[in-house]
């Protein structure tokens, strides 16, 4: 019912930076809460930012101040900036959405990305 397809990763020095996207697309009937997650290799899975509706924002410690997220909800889409990039953000990163679609727009259900592979090289 609903596909997200997150583009972006990458290759990349430490210290610079990218920017990830995802879109969403499909029956949708409203996007509530969007973020991002990360799983490095041998690594349980971790909550890196979400933004509400509204535009309220949390990060987790390890990328505040460096990682930036955002959304169009006109678009369906959400971005994450991720600047001053380290090693330890390599990682896939996974865009979630809660989503209520057309078929079922009282209920809300999660959804998630394939993924993106960040690679950051010392």
């Known amino acids: 019912q609903v596909q997200l397809v997150e583009s972006g990763g990458g290759l990349v020095q430490a210290g610079g930076s990218l920017k990830l996207s995802c879109a969403a697309s499909g029956r949708i009937f409203r996007i509530n809460d969007m973020g991002w997650y990360r799983q490095a290799p041998g690594k349980q899975r971790e909550l890196v930012a979400t933004?509400?509706?509204?535009?309220?924002?949390k990060y987790v410690d390890s990328v505040k101040g460096r990682f930036t997220i955002s959304r169009d909800n006109a678009k369906k889409t959400v971005d994450l900036q991720m600047n001053s990039l380290k090693p330890e953000d390599t990682a896939v990163y996974y865009c979630?959405?809660?989503?209520?679609?057309?078929?079922?727009?009282?209920?809300?259900?999660?959804?998630w990305g394939r993924g993106t592979q960040v690679t950051v090289s010392s």
């Open positions: 979630k959405s809660q989503v209520q679609t057309t078929a079922s727009p009282f209920s809300e259900n999660d959804y």
């Open positions: 933004i509400t509706t509204g535009g309220t924002t």
